[in-house]
Each structure stands twice: as structure tokens, then as C-alpha cells.
């Protein structure tokens, strides 16, 4: 191998000696070099193993680290024994001891139970509440009246808190604590309830009110000791009939749902409300109530319409009469017959033969021996064409 002009101004044993040195050197620079790549790739391996997996780890952990949790301080409350009528109010407890706020999602009440509010969300280390209310007007003995919870805390999504109590009513009514009544408009009907008591002192009656006019109350105490409501209220205990007459001409159509209040002398339980139910109907119903005849001819069949006027009185049905009908319109006529059943009658409009054409348009006036209503107005309406007869010599 030839040396250059650099090489040969040096000693062949020098430079023989410079290249193993140089050669020597290279081999060292490797190795360090593999040696520190060996050093970096666990490092850059083990921050590239945090992803995605190990990543989502740790956040899955961080996440389940902090989390609310439902603790309810009291989940029972017992009134014990109360008066019939008395309104309970209770407010639960609820701890968020977790360290994530506790969300109350819903406050569900069951049957005869409200809830009057609820603190939508608890932070970490404190203290809600839910109000639930129970008016224990229409029960009588033990009652449990319970209120859902729907939460975030994933360990208790839902929980429920419970009122117990034992109504015990001082003042009720035999046989019932309502009067129904099943009364056409106008008609006048009588019931009668005795009311007693539990209470130690003399029971009194001080003041009955009414909903209105219609509603009339008297009361009187239970002297003769065969007229007292058997095996209830305290022995030796005052006693009263209770007499309701409901209707006349005052009382509204339709459902009857009003209240007679009662206030008493007694302590535990002042006011009892007696439920005045039942339906006032109209005496009579009229079929159809209004008549359109449409377009006709006096010769077509249409040209004769039927109203039918039905009684409402199922006990005494004959009582309910149409004594007259009267038309407004000059070319309608008509015509009274009793109906099939008794209570029914059949009320006949005829166009006249010689009507002209034209618009119909004008009432009839049926006549009963109702008292509230003693007169009702059928509108009447139509168009009278001209006949087949009249058309053909016409055109002629």
C-alpha cells in the first residue's frame, strides 16, 4: 500500500503505531455508543407504555378516587300516635361523605305523601335536607307513607325515607264520613250521620258551615240511648245526628265534591269535615238540541224531522210532561205524541206543502211541566228547494 506525501514524513514504526491507536479508539467510541442506547430505550419505552392504556388507567383511578356518597342520618321517623287531621312535617337528614358533590336527582313521594323541597346538590363534608309532608286527614290507623330518593352516589343510586305514624281520629262519623246524593235539578233530598268522639270532656257541635245555599244542616243531641251509633266513640260520651239536605233550585248541574266543615269542642281534633258527593242532573234532556233539515223539497222525506224530549226521573218518570210546542217559523209545523217508554215524547216538525223556496231559519219552543226549566228552544235551520213538480213546469 503506498504512503501519502502527509505519511511518509513520518516513520514507518510511528506510523504503524498511530493507526492501532487510532483503530483502538474507534472500537471504544462503539461500544460507548451502544452502551448509552442501550441506557435511553427503557426510558423512551416506558413513557411511550403510558399510552394509551396506562393513561386511561390512571385517569380511571383519579376518577374513582373521588366520588360522593349517600348517608342518611335518620332514615325512619315515627310520630307515633296523632290526632286524625293533623299535619306532619319532617325534615331528613342527608350527608355527602364522600368528596364529590351528591346530586339528589329526584324526591319520588308515595301515596298520601308531598315533598315541599330538597337540596339538589350536597358538596363533600356537609349536610342536606328533604321535607316531606303528610296530612292525615283521610287516614285512621297505622300509616307509612315513604319518599324515593334517586341520587348520583353510584354505591346508592336510589335510597328511601319513610313517615310512620298511628292516626288516631277524637271526632268521626257513623256510618260514614260522607253523604252522597243522586238528585235531578230542582228535586230536594235528605241523609243523616251521627257523629261521636273520643275525647274525655263533653263533646260539643259549636258551628257548621256550609259550601253554599244549597246545603242545609241541622243537628240536634242523641238523647235516647237506642238512637246513639252502636260500639263506637267513648262510653258516656255526647252524641249527634247530623241531618244534610241537599238540592232546590240553588243547586248546580253536575258532580257534586263540597265540604261541610264541623267545628267541635275537641282539643286533639276542632274541625271535622263531612264530604257532600254524588251528581245533580237536568230534569229532562232534549235529542238532538238544535235541528238543521239541510236542502229539501216538501215532498222529500227529510222534510219531516223528529226531536225527542226524554225524562231524567227514573223513580216517577210519568210525572215529566210536554204540554205545548210553537214554532217561530211560518212553514215549519208540528206535533206532540208521547213516546215508547214512559217520561218520553216525540215533538214532529213538518215544512209545509205550499212552502215557497227559501232559507228556514227561526227556533221551536217545547213547553214542560218542568219548574227550573219549564221551556226550551230547539234552533231551526235549513233551505226549502223547489219541489219535482214545480221544476218540471218550469222548464216546460
Known amino acids: 500500500m503506498g504512503r501519502t506525501l502527509f505519511e511518509s514524513s513520518f516513520p514507518e514504526e510511528s506510523l504503524i503505531h498511530f493507526r492501532r491507536n487510532l483503530l483502538m479508539s474507534s472500537k471504544r467510541m462503539l461500544v460507548a455508543m451502544a452502551l448509552l442506547a442501550t441506557l435511553i430505550a427503557p426510558v423512551g419505552f416506558a413513557a411511550d407504555s403510558k399510552t394509551p392504556k396506562a393513561k386511561k388507567s390512571e385517569a380511571t383511578a383519579k376518577t374513582a378516587e373521588k366520588a360522593p356518597r349517600l348517608t342518611i342520618v335518620q332514615p325512619v321517623k315515627d310520630f307515633g300516635t296523632v290526632a286524625k287531621g293533623e299535619k306532619l312535617d319532617w325534615s331528613f337528614e342527608i350527608r355527602n361523605t364522600g368528596n364529590a358533590d351528591l346530586q339528589i336527582l329526584a324526591a319520588k313521594p308515595g301515596c298520601g305523601c308531598t315533598v315541599a323541597d330538597f337540596d339538589k346538590i350536597i358538596k363533600p363534608g356537609t349536610t342536606g335536607k328533604v321535607t316531606a309532608h303528610v296530612d292525615t286527614t283521610n287516614f285512621s290507623g297505622p300509616i307509612a307513607k315513604p319518599v324515593t330518593l334517586e341520587t348520583n352516589d353510584a354505591s346508592a343510586p336510589t335510597a328511601q325515607l319513610t313517615i310512620h305514624a298511628i292516626v288516631k281520629p277524637y271526632v268521626e262519623a257513623y256510618p260514614a264520613g260522607f253523604v252522597r246524593f243522586m238528585l235531578l235539578q230542582g228535586d230536594v233530598d235528605t241523609q243523616s250521620i251521627k257523629l261521636y268522639s273520643e275525647e274525655e270532656e263533653p263533646f260539643e257541635i259549636k258551628e257548621i258551615q256550609v259550601p253554599g245555599d244549597w246545603v242545609k244542616v241541622a243537628y ?20 249527634y245526628n247530623v241531618t244534610f239536605t241537599v238540592g232546590g233550585p240553588d243547586a248546580k248541574l253536575g258532580p257534586l265534591a263540597d265540604k261541610v266543615r264541623i267545628i267541635t269542642n275537641s282539643k286533639h281534633q276542632p274541625e271535622y269535615a263531612i264530604s257532600v258527593t254524588g251528581v245533580v242532573r237536568p230534569t229532562y234532556r232534549v235529542e238532538p238540541s238544535a235541528l238543521n233539515f239541510g236542502e229539501v223539497a216538501p215532498s222529500d222525506a227529510a222534510a219531516t224531522r223528529s226531536v225527542i224530549v226524554h225524562s231524567n226521573d227514573l223513580k216517577t218518570p210519568e210525572r215529566f210532561q210536554v204540554t205545548k210546542v210553537e214554532s217561530t217559523i211560518p212553514n215549519i209545523t208540528t206535533a206532540i205524541k208521547p213516546g215508547t217508554q214512559k217520561g218520553d215524547y216525540e215533538v214532529t216538525l213538518q215544512v209545509a206543502p205550499n212552502s215557497k223556496p227559501g232559507d228556514i231559519e227561526g227556533a221551536v219552543k217545547i213547553y214542560t211541566s218542568d219548574k227550573v226549566n219549564p221551556v226550551v228552544t230547539v234552533p231551526v235551520k235549513g233551505t226549502i228547494k223547489a219541489g219535482a213538480v214545480a221544476a218540471t213546469s218550469t222548464s216546460k
Open 220 to 239: 240536634n243531641k242523641i238523647e235516647n240511648a237506642a238512637d246513639r251509633a252502636p260500639n263506637v266513640g267513648r262510653p258516656d260520651q255526647n252524641q
